[in-house]
């Protein structure tokens, strides 16, 4: 008998572009070329400029501010100019939008009235929102605050519950720009150790600088040493965008936010059972009845107020529930409210307590899931996948990503804001980086500058980044910056002194990040404020974008 011959890998460890995205860029670069001579800028095939668009984060401000860039782009005959579109966090939102619509650059002005009328109208309804949380809960074998995030928050500003894959996206003759969405490994932002840049295309997920990759059907399933040993469901768009998209605010307001969200849903929950559409009332009650307590003691501490009293109701509650046969590890105690950390602390093991015992005593549906979500809030738990390196052995991946079995990935703006990285592998050969800038720092400039700071440690050609002083509490419109055998990269501040006049403090917190959904009047105007960025310059970008060109080096 012959031996067997060895599984090839499925995981691909190389600094090449995958095979599918060398022909796109391959055919989308003739129809740049084509864009160009109508545009009257003269060029041969191999000179092509290679440009990226960014979108960076900022929840729906990005959003918003991002299709009206590109409603203008359009318009000015330049989105056709462009190679790749790279978004992060609430970009991705945007990006989601239009990627269901096959060749939506050629269409833009009929996408962009759809997706606003979705956005002005009636959000997804509690009883979708509950049956998207109970599939992710039941459909795969990890389950995070993201599907939480997906169906409870994601769905109140996307107004839908897109189901599509990102693979279904997508069409290899589409006339778009090639779309990656981006996030970060937690761990290794965590530990300084590793690649933390990570990107979702429609062919491959993977670590951008270290060059590992799987195909993106593939990512979440369960690998060993390179081989899919259990496979999971592709994620779907809804999941994507909670995934990219879930920093809006610092921890504590998150925290508010959700146990808010979960005590909505809890008096709708009950409410229901007291109109009889759930049967009789039972113990099942009692036990929702402890959990909205939960909620409210966690509130309770949040908000700075003393929650003893409830401290006491669930002690007593949980006591009856389960017939004295569970008590509280975690002993009862005055919290000291302005010691922050020794609250929470007491709150998380308090927490995760309650969540045991009843665990114990009570397994019913809906209240696992409801106890699975309280102590995933406790230990923090985002974005977490199985890692599609474990226990491979290959020398060109940091060894900490080969070794955990599992990974957590987040919002890319926890890191940089801006999805420069994705586009700088050197594969991707970019010419010209045209970054929109959505985000609410104080300083405009921040991911700019944090961009050039972190390639110099990384040895990765990026321009040098100088700003005039009084241009940080007033910045222009556009702003270029080059360097030696580095890509030129165009900085676009979305408020400025040019569509803001003195007005921009004003405008930020009008259009601050987090927020309830905007207006159909705020989702106009801030069209408006972003396209202007666009059409103010596009005789700039042309010319930023005829010094670009130039025979590309493979």
């Known amino acids: ?151 409870m928050f994601v769905t109140d500003y996307v107004k839908e519950i897109d189901e599509h894959t990102l693979t279904d996206h997508w069409d290899q003759q589409s006339k778009d720009p090639f779309p990656i969405y981006t996030v970060i490994d937690k761990h290794c932002k965590q530990r300084k150790d590793g690649d933390p840049w990570f990107e979702i295309t429609p062919h491959e997920a993977g670590y951008s600088l270290t060059g590992a990759f799987v195909e993106t059907s593939s990512f979440g399933s369960k690998f060993e040493n390179g081989r899919k040993i259990k496979n999971q469901p592709e994620m779907d768009m809804l999941y994507l965008q909670a995934l990219c998209g879930s920093v809006l605010a610092d921890r504590v307001e998150i925290l508010k936010f959700l146990w808010e969200r979960i005590k909505e849903f809890f008096h709708h929950f009950l409410l229901k059972r007291e109109t009889g559409m759930f049967g009789e009332i039972s113990k099942e009650d009692e036990c929702y009845q402890l959990l909205m307590d939960l909620v409210d003691m966690n509130l309770s501490v949040l908000n700075d107020k003393d929650p003893s009293d409830l401290d006491e109701s669930i002690r007593t509650k949980l006591n009856e529930l389960t017939g004295g046969e569970h008590h509280l590890v975690f002993p009862k105690k005055k919290l000291n409210l302005t010691d922050k950390e020794a609250a929470k602390q007491y709150m998380k093991q308090f927490t995760e307590d309650v969540c045991n015992d009843l665990s114990h005593c009570f397994s019913f549906w809906p209240f696992d899931i409801w106890t699975r979500i309280f102590i995933c809030m406790d230990l923090w738990i985002w974005g977490r996948n199985y890692d599609f390196l474990h226990n491979m052995k290959d020398e060109a991946v940091p060894s900490t990503l ?127 404020f972003a396209g202007k960025n666009i059409t103010n310059n596009k005789d700039n970008l042309l010319e930023q974008i005829r010094l670009a060109i130039g025979p590309k080096i493979h």
Request: hydrophobic content about 35%; aromatic content about 10%.
């Open 1 to 151: 008998m012959s031996a067997s011959k060895p599984q090839e890998s499925e995981v691909r460890i190389k600094h090449s572009l995958n095979e599918n995205e060398e022909e796109f860029v391959a055919k989308r670069r003739k129809s740049v070329l084509a864009r160009l001579q109508k545009l009257q800028i003269h060029c041969s095939e191999t000179e092509v400029p290679n440009v990226a668009l960014l979108g960076s984060g900022g929840g729906q401000r990005a959003m918003v501010g991002l299709l009206g860039s590109l409603v203008q782009l359009q318009k000015t005959g330049l989105l056709d100019c462009v190679l790749y579109l790279s978004g992060i966090s609430g970009s991705t939102w945007c990006m989601a939008s239009l990627y269901q619509e096959s060749d939506w650059s050629t269409k833009l002005e009929t996408v962009k009235d759809k997706i606003i009328q979705r956005l002005s109208g009636p959000g997804v309804s509690w009883t979708d929102a509950y049956a998207k949380l109970k599939k992710y809960y039941y459909e795969k074998d990890i389950f995070s605050l993201t599907d939480v995030w997906a169906a």
């Open 402 to 528: 080969l070794e955990s079995e599992m990974r957590d990935y987040e919002d890319g703006g926890l890191l940089l804001n801006s999805p420069y990285f994705s586009v700088l592998r050197k594969e991707r050969n970019i010419d010209l980086i045209i970054s929109l800038d959505f985000s609410d720092d104080a300083d405009p400039f921040t991911t700019v500058k944090e961009a050039a700071e972190m390639c110099k440690e990384l040895n990765i050609p990026f321009p040098e980044v100088n700003i005039p002083s009084e241009d940080v509490k007033k910045p222009k419109d556009f702003y270029v910056f080059k360097g030696q055998n580095a890509p030129t990269v165009i900085h676009i501040p979305l408020f400025n002194v040019v569509n803001c006049g003195d007005d921009i403090e004003a405008y930020h917190k009008k259009y601050h990040t987090f927020q309830r959904p905007y207006s159909a009047e705020m989702i106009t105007d801030l069209m408006k």
